[in-house]
């Protein structure tokens, strides 16, 4: 089989055609007409009727009806210029394609600097949160996926443990406790679209209902008053622009709907320009109502096109961070003395424009660690490309650890975490956590008990409201897996019984990471981090270490004596830090660039594109939709590809759409290769290979060429 150019250093060629235009020019001729044999040099007719295909319902309603869902304009889902051709550079030098990855972090930094110049951008919702503590109101931060991962993290990891430390000490907490809420450490709400249930991976159909973010908010008990604050990436997520008209609707409902009162307590934060997301009723709905605050934080791109986790969460969780640590040091200052605000972390005095310019250091340390993270990241590659597997050990860092490695999952199209009742390992990656059995792991994480969907308060507006048939059934459905019961699934316990069942093998990893003192539990033979190493190294498994604000000059070696590995070391101190927010930042964008160069080196990123997106709800269908388009289209425009194969007329999204559903459904069939394979892959070859051979190939050649080859190969340069 003859290999296809891909020239990744310019944008694809996207023909500008209206929606309209584009559903009659991929439908709008036969489409059951059968395969034929093309002469060499013929300019295609039509692509479907070459694969003798018919548009299915599903198809024609999706490019017809659901438009609102077609997100390719977005500013996060345009490729980035500065990782264009990042599956090749990662192949190449692991170090190199990593520092093109944090790159992209520079657009951070510059946001960041243009918002600490303009004091009011931020001040408001400072102002706000400030308020919320003195006046004993409930601040609620609501996100879908990786926004729903960082409201969980602000409560879990950052609030909550905060305000524990503040408690236990005796010559702060008198001072304090008269002034504040007893419950101020549950005072703030971290809810994700779908609850706790939605920390291992999403649930199809909930992302895509306003419903359920109103819902959730009553659930929790939000009412007139308390500080709303709803997060998207995009800017366009159903559910929680669901939440925040939700909020808004309390407001107007109790007729004192004012609004300039509304917009001190209701705020909607978001990463794309907002030309770009006013086209979408939506979210025009948010933009343009005058009674909720916005905090727009676009800084462009994604380092993977569409990877939302990545730079905009990496802002969302800065920026909400730093206000909030702001705004509790306005509310600790008026009682403590400066000797009794360092108690709690409040050293410096910082205000919330130096907060936010300390992002810069915390890039460059990271920066600092690219050979030592290189080192890992190919570690741990070859450990996959051989058929072994990886443990993750995290006791302070666990929730930042435990969402890279979730997310690993519907970013890249991998098996999800392994449940208990799966008889042997599937997932390439476990993350294990200081803890005696299952309960006591998911406090560990959550601070509290695992906390679920009760199926008596959504059923019934589910059955009656939804009027979507996909999303009404899809909806039902996920309800089912949203419950209480759901944690006894998911067992993240450095138990005996998990050792026994998902132990290390011989050349499987372990990857130790501890923050600040954790780091010398690791010279004691009893504590947990130094029996996992053991553990790992006796069973002929490799072994890395992250030490996130370590002692400074601290070595693997004196760490653990006689052993090599890779070691990375952030020095980020505790200083003026008591969320801990700026080390597990810093462990993040670690984290989230490793992970990514790990699976772009096994394949599973094509320059840098996510191939293997999973199309499980209407916005990811839009991604892979757009995704085929463009990159046979880059193809097709190759002299390359011309020069072989006679000059062809650029696909349509509504094409490329048939086509994709047209796989989904395949797929559906074929129970052994879900969660490997991707319907990206196996459309784009497809469509390719069918034009190559002027023939249409069915789904099953197709998918043998995937296997066999697979999407970045058969994309290489000509031979």
Request: glycine residues 8%; aromatic residues 8%.
């Amino acid at each position: 089989m003859t290999s296809i150019s891909m020239d990744r250093r310019r944008p694809p060629f996207i023909p500008p055609i209206p929606i309209i235009l584009i559903f009659l020019i991929g439908f709008g001729f036969p489409l059951s007409v059968r395969p034929q044999e093309l002469p060499p040099q013929t300019v295609r007719a039509g692509l479907l009727r070459l694969l003798g295909l018919e548009a299915s319902p599903e198809s024609i309603d999706y490019v017809q009806r659901k438009t609102q869902f077609q997100l390719h304009t977005l500013l996060t889902e345009q490729r980035h210029p500065k990782t264009w051709n990042l599956s090749e550079r990662l192949q190449k030098d692991v170090a190199d394609g990593l520092k093109a990855l944090f790159s992209v972090d520079e657009d951070i930094l510059a946001r960041l600097e243009a918002l600490a110049s303009d004091r009011q951008a931020v001040e408001p919702f400072v102002a706000a949160l400030e308020q919320a503590v003195l006046d004993q109101r409930r601040i609620y931060i609501y996100g879908c996926g990786a926004t729903g991962r960082l409201a969980k993290q602000m409560e879990s990891s950052f609030w909550r443990p905060f305000w524990r430390m503040v408690k236990a000490d005796p010559r702060v907490w008198p001072k304090l406790e008269s002034r504040l809420s007893p419950s101020v450490e549950d005072d703030l709400i971290g809810e994700m679209t779908g609850a706790d249930r939605a920390l291992i991976s999403s649930l199809e159909g909930f992302e895509d209902l306003p419903l359920i973010g109103r819902l959730q908010l009553a659930d929790r008990g939000v009412s007139r008053g308390d500080v709303v604050i709803c997060v998207t990436e995009g800017g366009e997520t159903s559910s929680v622009i669901g939440t925040i008209l939700g909020a808004l609707d309390e407001w107007k409902e109790n007729g004192v709907y004012d609004p300039a009162e509304t917009r001190k307590k209701l705020f909607f934060i978001y990463n794309n320009p907002d030309e770009r997301l006013l086209p979408f009723t939506r979210s025009r709905r948010v933009i343009e109502e005058p009674g909720i605050a916005r905090i727009n934080l676009t800084t462009g791109p994604q380092a993977i096109t569409g990877s939302t986790r990545m730079q905009a969460t990496t802002i969302e969780t800065f920026v909400i961070g730093c206000a909030l640590e702001e705004a509790l040091a306005r509310v600790l200052g008026r009682s403590l003395s400066p000797k009794e605000m360092a108690r709690v972390g409040f050293a410096g005095g910082l205000t919330i424009e130096q907060r936010l310019e300390d992002f810069r250091s915390i890039l460059e340390e990271v920066r600092r660690n690219i050979p030592a993270i290189a080192a890992l990241t190919t570690l741990e590659s070859d450990t996959y490309g051989a058929g072994r597997f990886s443990t993750y050990l995290a006791g302070r860092a666990l929730i930042t650890v435990f969402i890279d490695s979730t997310e690993r999952s519907p970013t890249f199209r991998l098996f999800p975490l392994d449940t208990t009742a799966e008889p042997k390992r599937k997932c390439w990656i476990q993350v294990w956590t200081p803890a005696a059995e299952l309960k006591e792991a998911w406090r560990s994480f959550l601070g509290r008990p695992f906390r679920g969907l009760a199926p008596e308060i959504y059923r019934k507006p589910f059955e009656e409201e939804i009027e979507d048939p996909y999303l009404h059934t899809a909806a039902l459905e996920s309800l089912k897996k949203a419950g209480d019961d759901q944690q006894f699934l998911y067992d993240f316990s450095f138990s005996e019984d998990n050792v026994r069942k998902r132990g290390p093998q011989k050349d499987d990893l372990g990857v130790v990471i501890m923050v600040g003192s954790e780091a010398e539990s690791l010279k004691k033979a009893g504590s947990p981090f130094r029996k996992f190493s053991d553990l790992f190294l006796k069973s002929g498994s490799r072994l890395g270490l992250i030490i996130v604000g370590g002692e400074p000059g601290t070595n693997m070696t004196e760490l653990l004596p006689g052993t090599s590995g890779p070691f990375i070391s952030l020095d980020i101190s505790s200083a003026d830090d008591p969320f801990g927010l700026r080390r597990q930042v810093g462990l993040k964008m670690l984290l989230n660039a490793h992970s990514t160069a790990v699976m772009t080196r096994l394949g599973r990123v094509i320059g840098n594109t996510m191939t293997n997106v999973s199309p499980s709800n209407l916005k990811l269908i839009g991604r892979a939709t757009y995704l085929i388009q463009s990159h046979v289209n880059d193809v097709l425009s190759r002299p390359d590809w011309v020069r072989l194969n006679g000059r062809s007329e650029p696909i349509a999204y509504g094409e490329a759409n048939v086509v994709l559903f047209d796989a989904i459904a395949f797929m559906k069939d074929k129970k052994e290769a879900v969660g490997q394979t991707a319907e990206v892959a196996l459309s784009i070859i497809r469509i390719l290979e069918s034009l190559r051979q002027r023939r249409g190939l069915t789904n099953d050649e197709a998918l043998e060429i995937v296997r066999k080859v697979g999407l970045n190969q058969y994309l290489a340069p000509v031979d």
